[in-house]
């Protein structure tokens, strides 16, 4: 049998078990409570009441938390109404809880029950939905507060263990039915595709290894483009130079850097794949409701929310980034346009039309193609307005209103 993985708990850490009540959190709490000091050890039961029956679990984990002597503390979620994407949301939500309890009471270090079976199951979920290879690379021991000490036991051990140690557990009847993706690759896909005399499981682990060694590898390269990143309140983007003549592997896998770090979104290979190949093309491709991809020649951007007005201290440092890729008037900034109380900013809009310096009319839209403006920054870039009509563009054009010959 394994042993704890000791080298992720330092001797001062005071730990927060997540805690189901199930064998793997069971097994966690008896052996982190003969290996470090009961005082530093808490269990946290998360009560997600999806289940009629969730309100037993929550009593049995208060009963072993009296039985060993530990802290308990209970979050109930109310998830019951969830249409869709429960899993996913439950996930989230229970995460959102135990880092809340953690901080609350002071707790170092999050325990999770993972176990190398979990980390199998992840692989051919992850498999299924299409993931990328940095998706592949299975369930890491330790991510910011969160530790998983039984990432190298497996279903088997746990079995054992709790045979040995007649430890007491309750069993949740949904992990029987095959509705949820991981149910039925663990009840149905897994049993089928092991072979006599072929550890197919050893090899799935020794390939998310060979794949977290390469992601590794990459992730040192990827920071360095990182640094190069853009990145205001709804949107981030970068010149296109910085990956000029890159090789696809590290486009892609910057791609889902950035959808991952800065969005919390993760999406397919094709998905990733269609992003990578549009750079330098004049395109917007729609990654999710919340999120859009723009490119054109020059700037590569995600945008979370394109109607956001941007502040004039960002769109002056938008202007700096920018303005050797545009064309502009060159005496438009903020100070020249001697803003006063009835001057009001808005946004962009379909059809907003533009009186010019010379006192011609033409539609906003033009004008932003004339300059050059990258279409992921128009309908946030900041307009000067007065009576309901566009006098100024900050930094890029002023209008017929401060043409000295213009009769106000």
């Not at 991981?182 to 092991?194: A, F, H, T």
Request: with cysteine.
């Amino acid at each position: 049998m394994p042993l704890l993985d000791k080298l992720l708990i330092e001797n001062s850490d005071k730990i927060l078990i997540a805690f189901s009540g199930g064998k793997d959190s069971v097994v966690l709490l008896d052996i982190l409570s003969k290996t470090i000091n009961k005082e530093k050890i808490a269990i946290a039961h998360i009560d997600h009441e999806i289940r009629e029956s969730s309100y037993k679990d929550a009593l049995f984990s208060k009963e072993i938390a009296k039985k060993y002597k530990v802290k308990f503390f209970e979050k109930k979620l109310s998830l019951s109404n969830l249409k869709s994407n429960t899993e996913a949301i439950a996930r989230e939500k229970r995460y959102q809880a135990l880092y809340e309890i953690a901080k609350n009471n002071e707790y170092d270090k999050i325990a999770t029950a993972h176990t190398k079976s979990d980390n199998i199951e992840q692989f051919f979920i992850k498999l299924y939905r299409g993931s990328s290879l940095n998706g592949l690379g299975g369930i890491k021991k330790e991510i910011n507060i969160i530790i998983r000490p039984l990432l190298d036991f497996t279903s088997n051990d746990i079995k054992d263990y709790i045979k040995k140690h007649h430890l007491k557990h309750i069993e949740d009847e949904t992990n029987k039915e095959s509705i949820y993706l991981r149910n039925k690759i663990r009840n149905e896909i897994l049993p089928e595709l092991n072979i006599p005399n072929y550890d197919l499981n050893t090899h799935i682990i020794n390939l998310m290894k060979q794949i977290n060694k390469d992601n590794e590898y990459f992730n040192e390269i990827l920071e360095k483009f990182v640094k190069k990143i853009y990145n205001f309140d709804n949107f981030l983007f970068f010149d296109n130079s910085l990956l000029l003549n890159q090789p696809d592997s590290i486009k892609s896998r910057f791609i889902h850097l950035i959808l991952l770090r800065f969005f919390n979104t993760n999406s397919n290979y094709n998905k990733i794949t269609d992003i990578s190949n549009s750079i330098s093309t004049v395109v917007k491709i729609q990654i999710s409701k919340e999120l859009n991809f723009y490119s054109d020649k020059n700037y590569t951007a995600f945008v979370s929310s394109n109607n956001s007005l941007l502040s004039i201290k960002d769109t002056e440092k938008i202007f700096n980034i920018i303005k050797d890729k545009i064309s502009y008037f060159r005496n438009c900034n903020i100070n020249e346009l001697l803003i006063n109380e009835n001057i009001k900013l808005i946004n962009f809009k379909n059809g907003d039309k533009f009186k010019k310096y010379n006192n011609k009319t033409i539609k906003l839209k033009d004008i932003f193609i004339d300059h050059k403006i990258p279409v992921f920054l128009r309908k946030s870039w900041p307009l000067l307005s007065l009576n309901e009509q566009i006098i100024a563009i900050p930094f890029i054009e002023k209008g017929n209103y401060y043409n000295p010959s213009n009769k106000k």
